[in-house]
């Protein structure tokens, strides 16, 4: 498969997050031979068994106003591939569906999946939440492009590029603290935000697949399902507050916060002790996960 394309990880500030972008790398080896790169932080050591598991180690440029998950509005600068499929380090590649999204979203220069909202509760969860209507009022457009930024498609092209040039804007604008809310550590903001005002600003829809053919699945408000490496099974039911419970398939398990940890690690161990690896240090993990709360409501043709 040609170098054009390929996944990059961020593994920054935290030598944890290479252990899980570790664990990334070997899913997605034994079904992909796209490369992977990996990003980190300046002078973070790559541990000898894990620096063959990534086709290429990225510096990431230093940025003093921007921290953690912030710093995705810098991945068009990093990305040695001209097409890219951004994975967050939580998640884990579980089947080789992931084929059929690589095609589809070839030739756009940012592509994500999710819906469109321009009223209620948006991005709600246990540190914050907006409401839609306002932030559309406030952006001076019809409806956001609401997403989980686990996973990111882009390319290197003047709509790709745009994108992030626009949330880069953004982020830096005086409009920050009213579009986003202070995330997990200290001077982060929650990115989700920023992209999907920088999205909606520049007419970018989200795909929005059944629930049964998802790219990624995530693990918030799951209350049962099957997680297989080896059959590649990825289903979750899946309970949203105060709804009925759906059925989510997909390519991508993102486990947010690494919940459900105990599955996260078993599958985890499991591709490590085929690679030859210890397994994880599980007491080292303390993440903070989030209660998610997901309000969703459909932009009407009329809106």
Known sequence: MSSEEGYLVLALDDSRYLDLAANLALS?????????????????????????LFDRVVEMPGAPDIRGAMNKVLMDGISPYRRTMYVDADCLLINN???FFWLKYRGHGFAVEGHRQSRGAVFACSLGEKDAAALCRLLGVAALTVFNAGVIYFETSAAGTA??????EIYRGPLRDQLTYRYKHAGEYADEPIFAAALAQRGIAPFE????HRLQVTTPNAVGGTIDLDSGDLTLIKRPPGGTDQTWSGAICHFCGLSPMDTYFDLADQLRRKAGLPAMARDSFRPVVLTATHHHETVSASS
């Open 97 to 99: 569906r992931v084929e």
């Open 28 to 52: 997605v080896r034994r079904l992909d031979t796209r490369p992977i790169s990996v990003a980190v932080s300046p002078g973070m050591q790559i541990p000898p068994g894990y620096r063959a």
């Open 209 to 212: 697949p059944p629930l049964s």
């Open 163 to 168: 994108v992030f040039e626009r949330a880069r």
